[in-house]
């Protein structure tokens, strides 16, 4: 009797992880001068339908209200808020946004502008740091964010 042994030709699949790239923009103002922060997405295979920022589990976009205030959020087409808030006692944001319906869902977008005021002196900065509740992508699947952090630079 033979004994005939077969290779295992088997693949073992991993998932592949999806990710998105949450960067917030960085800008230099003078003492009293206001300017444009800019909150991009990038690199998204399957378009962004919607970010998530609720603050719900410690996530927020945040900032140090001692240095900047601000003073509008506005969502850049398609996206839309469901919700949206921001704090300058507490130097917080939450939002949801959402890429319309139905797509097509862009892979890069500029999500939202924020208006930003300088209030502190010369030589002090602010942090825009950003921590995503969620980030969901157009098959309707949640997808790592990998977060870049802005900067307010007072001069």
Known sequence: ???????????IVVPELLTGQVDLGSIELAPGETGLVVLKITGVRDGIKAIEISGRHGNFISYDPAII???EVVPVAPFTFDAIEFNNTTGHITLIARGGEGGPFPQDAEVLHMNISAIGSAGTRSILDVDVTHLIDGKN???AAQLSPGQVSIH
């Open 141 to 143: 699947s949640p997808i």
């Open 69 to 71: 205030q601000i003073t």
């Open 1 to 11: 009797s033979v004994l005939t042994l077969s290779s295992c030709t088997d693949a």
